[in-house]
C-alpha cells in the first residue's frame, strides 16, 4: 500500500512534488515538499479532479453595479484568483498536483428578481462553457441555476448539459431559506435526474443563525456552511426527495457538514419521537444509509478525518475538493496519501477515479 511514508520516499526519486503556488514559502516552513503532476499510485498515472473549485466573472458581476457586486467579493485570502486568469490558475493546479477543476460560482442571485438573475446566470454559463472549451482537459464546470424561478431553472440545466457541454449544476444549500425538500424544485431534481446531472450543493452559512455566529473565528463559515448543508441533506432524506428521485448524483461539499459524523442519531429520531415524525413519508431506507448513495468533497483537513468518512460513507463516494483559491486544502494529494487506513485502490478512487466515472471523464 502507499502509505505517506513511502510516498515520500518515492518525492526524492520520481522528482513528484505539490504544494500550493502561492503558499510556497509558508509550506516549506511548514516541512511540506513543493509538488506537481503527475501523480502516480502503485506505478499507475491518476488523473486528478477537484470537484469543489470555485471563480467568478467580471462580466455576471457587472450586471449589479459597482456597490452590490463588491458585496458578492469573498471576505478570503484568494480573491483576486477568483477572477481566473489562466495561466496562473493551471500553474496553482499543478503546483496542488490538480490535473482537472471542476468550477463552480457561489450562488449570489437567489434575492435578485427574475431578469436580473437570468441574465446573471445566463452569462455565467456562457463564459464557463466558453473557458472549458478552450482547456477541456483542464476545467469542467458546474452550471448555475435560477432556483427560485424553478421552471427557468429546469431549461437552463438542460440547456448547459446538452449545449454548453457543463457537468450539472452548483446549487446553494437553500434558496433563501426554502429547503430543496420542497415540491416546487421537484421539476429541477427530476430534469437533473433525467439528464444524469450532478448537482454540487455548496452551503451560504445558514442566514437564520447570523446573531449566533458573531464574534472571533468566523463561526458563519467554520459552524454556518457546514451546518447548512447538513440540514439540506437532512431535508433530501426525510423528507422522501431522495426516495422520490432515487437517481439524483448529488455532490456535498466539505465532507457533508456534520452529516456523516453523526448520521446515525438520525435512525434513532421517529423511534424516540414518533410525533416529530409524519407517518405519512415512509422512508425506503435507515436514514443513514441514503450516505451512501450521496457523494461528498475530501476537505475534512486530517488524516483521521478522511478515514472516518471514508467508513462511514464508503472510499467509492469520496473525491478531492479544494476550495481554490480560497486556501482552504493546500495539500488535497498529501491529504489522502497520508490517510494510510485507504488502501492503493480507495487512493486512487478518490484522487480521481471516483469522479472520472461520475462525470464520464477519461481516467488518464
Not at 137 to 165: C, I, M, N, W, Y
Request: charged residues 20%; hydrophobic residues 40%.
Amino acid at each position: 500500500m502507499t502509505t505517506r511514508r513511502n510516498f515520500l520516499k518515492g518525492v526524492g526519486a520520481s522528482g513528484i512534488a505539490f504544494c500550493s503556488c502561492g503558499m510556497l514559502d509558508a509550506a516549506r516552513a511548514q516541512g511540506a515538499a513543493p509538488r506537481s503532476t503527475p501523480v502516480m499510485v502503485k506505478g499507475k498515472r491518476i488523473k486528478t479532479v477537484d470537484v469543489h473549485a470555485h471563480c467568478l466573472f467580471h462580466e455576471s458581476l457587472n450586471l449589479l453595479g459597482t456597490e452590490e457586486a463588491a458585496k458578492v467579493l469573498p471576505p478570503t485570502k484568494g480573491v483576486p484568483e477568483h477572477f481566473i486568469v489562466i495561466e496562473q490558475r493551471l500553474k496553482e493546479m499543478d503546483a496542488m498536483g490538480i490535473d482537472m477543476e471542476i468550477l463552480s460560482i457561489n450562488p449570489f442571485w437567489y434575492n435578485r428578481e427574475r431578469d436580473l438573475a437570468a441574465q446573471i446566470v445566463k452569462v455565467n454559463n456562457e463564459k464557463l462553457a466558453e473557458l472549458c472549451a478552450a482547456n477541456p482537459s483542464r476545467f469542467g464546470a458546474f452550471a448555475s441555476l435560477t432556483l427560485q424561478v424553478p421552471d427557468l431553472a429546469v431549461q437552463q440545466l438542460e440547456d448547459a448539459v446538452k449545449k454548453q457541454g457543463l457537468r450539472g449544476a452548483a446549487i446553494g444549500a437553500s434558496v433563501m431559506g426554502q429547503d430543496f425538500s420542497d415540491p416546487k424544485f421537484h421539476p429541477v431534481w427530476a430534469k437533473a435526474e433525467e439528464l444524469g446531472a450532478v448537482l454540487f450543493i455548496h452551503p451560504q452559512s445558514t442566514p437564520q443563525l447570523a446573531q449566533r455566529f458573531k464574534g472571533n473565528g468566523w463561526l458563519s463559515n467554520t459552524i454556518g456552511n457546514p451546518l447548512d448543508t447538513t440540514i439540506a441533506l437532512q431535508h433530501l432524506i426525510f423528507e422522501g426527495t431522495l426516495d422520490r428521485f432515487p437517481k439524483l448524483k448529488v455532490i456535498a461539499a466539505h465532507g457533508g457538514g456534520f452529516l456523516p459524523s453523526y448520521a446515525a442519531r438520525g435512525d434513532h429520531a421517529c423511534f424516540v419521537s414518533p410525533q416529530n415524525c409524519n407517518a405519512e413519508i415512509q422512508l425506503k431506507k435507515k436514514p443513514s444509509e441514503y450516505l451512501n448513495q450521496l457523494y461528498f468533497d475530501a476537505m475534512v483537513f486530517t488524516p483521521e478525518g478522511l478515514r472516518h468518512l471514508a467508513a462511514q460513507v464508503g472510499a467509492s463516494q469520496l473525491m478531492l475538493g479544494t476550495d481554490h483559491p480560497i486556501p482552504w486544502e493546500q495539500h488535497p494529494v498529501d491529504h489522502v496519501f497520508a490517510t494510510d487506513t485507504l488502501s492503493d485502490e480507495q487512493m486512487a478512487a478518490i484522487l480521481g477515479g471516483n469522479a472520472a466515472r461520475l462525470f464520464g471523464l477519461k481516467e488518464v
